[in-house]
């Protein structure tokens, strides 16, 4: 997924803001910050990886579809890519955490099928 977005900010010339929320808000604090520490690592490698400087990446815990349209809406971005799980039959074309957000988002949303 992160590639396709790679793919489309190259190809439009434009700025690539990555951000990975990790869904447990509802957990302890202490819990929520040592998650949140064992996922930076990996995070950092595969944003790196593809180029992404560190003032445009964020790694946050919340409600996926809440943080991101947040975020989005803050940094003005123009277009989210969101990667969604292709399963079968009409009732799940899309999941409810992509359906929040292509209904909250003040942009275009893109579903990459990962």
């Known amino acids: 997924m992160l590639s396709k977005a790679v793919e489309l900010s190259k190809k439009f010339d434009s700025k690539l803001v990555v951000l990975n929320v990790l869904p447990y808000s509802f957990l302890p604090k202490d819990y929520q910050k040592e998650l949140k520490e064992s996922a930076i690592p990996k995070f950092e490698e595969i944003t790196e ?3 992404v400087s560190k003032r445009n990446r964020a790694l946050k815990v919340g409600k996926p ?3 991101i ?3 989005a809406e803050k940094r003005k971005v123009d277009l989210i890519v ?3 799980h292709s399963k079968k039959g009409l009732s799940s074309l899309i999941g409810s955490t992509a359906n929040s957000i292509v209904n909250y988002a003040h942009c275009d949303v893109t579903l990459v099928r990962i």
């Open 65 to 67: 579809y809440e943080v």
């Open 82 to 84: 969101l990667g969604t």
């Open 69 to 71: 349209c947040k975020e």
């Open 49 to 51: 990886d593809f180029g």
